[in-house]
């Protein structure tokens, strides 16, 4: 165990155990004031969690929109109300039926998520490093090559795109993660590997603007080792600025700018529902 | 035990989903029980955050920047109609709110 995996660790347990003991006050304690400031200690803890997931972006958007934004708001309603003490008893009838549903609930999604959890995915799969020697090493072998320049660069930029989705792929990456199989690969698996590619280079075109699909027939093994790096390293450079401001915005501009604009025309909708919720009838008396 | 993976942030986020569920299900108050299902709706967004990261793919981060508009939004009108509903009845007990039981 090296000491990076270590604090990593501790700094989850650390945020982990805070954000439970905080999010347990926002439920049990009596006074909505205190409430949402445990709030806010809960989404600060969760911030420390997404930072820990490499989404940095996502953390400070917590920190900036639910922190400073939401809970303000919430403060102000809470105080503008000024509810008595009588309004402030803890529970409604029925608690321990409403408590013990929420418990088995809680209970059942511990269990799927544990059990699911740990037995299916582990993080050393798509590790950078990993990638970052599979690079290496597809460069090795690939230099035992001579020179190739019979695929164009569309074709290459192509394939690079879907064999970066294949590492992903456990079923395809069998298939990819031994570049030095390719060079003495029975010609009968190359061509499967090779109609792989063909079928699902025709869903990729149209995708990314990259030309028209590529005709495979005369692709060769030595195309296959420059896709085989290009891939890697793309998927490398993928990996680096995972989860930064710069990549997730790149997603919401280009692919995901539907959702984007219809979450800002949400914003719009619920900004005139608001004012219009809030605004006195006229005739109405002021208070 | 010291290796963090998947199965950590999914029971950090059911936890957290339970506990936001035990709060909307026991609070009498409105707005207490808007600030559980922030919790709950947090407890989603780290669930997609882990998934995320141990997919390596940045969907998920999309998905937790809608949620947190929609949270938003949800937060702003739900504290209106709150607001409203006091002006009305001097109330926000929502055992005392029956004005639509059958």
């Known amino acids: 165990m090296d000491w990076g995996q270590y604090t990593y660790a501790i700094a989850f347990y650390a945020a982990a155990a805070l954000a439970v003991a905080s999010a347990a006050m926002v439920v049990w304690h009596r006074n909505p004031v205190i409430n949402a400031l445990y709030l806010v200690l809960t989404l600060f803890a969760l911030a420390v969690v997404f930072v820990l997931l490499h989404a940095h972006f996502l953390a400070a958007v917590q920190v900036l929109v639910y922190a400073g934004a939401a809970l303000v708001l919430f403060l102000l309603i809470v105080m503008l109300l000024n509810l008595d003490e009588q309004s402030l008893k803890i529970v409604k009838p029925g608690l321990s039926q409403a408590a013990g549903v929420a418990a088995v609930f809680a209970v059942t999604l511990l269990i799927a998520a544990v059990g699911g959890g740990l037995k299916t995915t582990h993080v050393n799969e798509s590790d950078p490093v990993q990638v970052e020697n599979f690079v290496t090493y597809v460069n090795k072998v690939r230099s035992g090559y001579r020179e190739t320049t019979g695929a164009n660069r569309g074709e290459v930029l192509a394939m690079a795109q879907l064999l970066l989705e294949a590492l992903d792929d456990p079923q395809m990456k069998s298939n990819f993660t031994a570049p030095g199989k390719i060079a003495t690969l029975p010609e009968s698996r190359f061509n499967d590997l090779r109609k792989t590619l063909e079928t699902s280079a025709s869903e990729l075109h149209g995708i990314e603007e990259i030309g028209p699909p590529a005709d495979f027939q005369d692709f060769s093994r030595e195309d296959m080792l420059d896709l085989l790096a290009a891939a890697g390293e793309a998927r490398l450079k993928q990996m680096r600025e995972f989860g930064t401001t710069a990549a997730v915005g790149r997603l919401l501009f280009s692919r ?32 | 035990m010291m290796e963090i993976n998947l199965g950590h942030f999914l029971a950090l986020s059911a936890v957290l989903f339970g506990i936001g569920m035990a709060g909307v299900l026991t609070r009498r108050n409105a707005i207490v029980i808007f600030m559980s299902i922030e919790v709950m709706l947090n407890a989603a967004n780290l669930a997609f955050a882990a998934f995320a990261f141990f997919r390596w793919n940045l969907t998920g981060h999309v998905f937790v920047f809608m949620v947190m508009v929609v949270a938003a939004c949800e937060v702003a009108v739900g504290l209106a109609i709150i607001l409203t509903i006091f002006r009305n009845r001097a109330t926000v007990n929502v055992d005392e709110l029956d004005l639509l039981k059958w």
Do not use: T
């Open chain 1, 256 to 287: 995901y700018i539907l959702p984007f604009e219809a979450a800002s025309f949400l914003l719009l909708a619920a900004i005139i529902g608001v004012l219009v919720l809030a605004r006195r009838k006229p005739g109405e008396a002021g208070s």
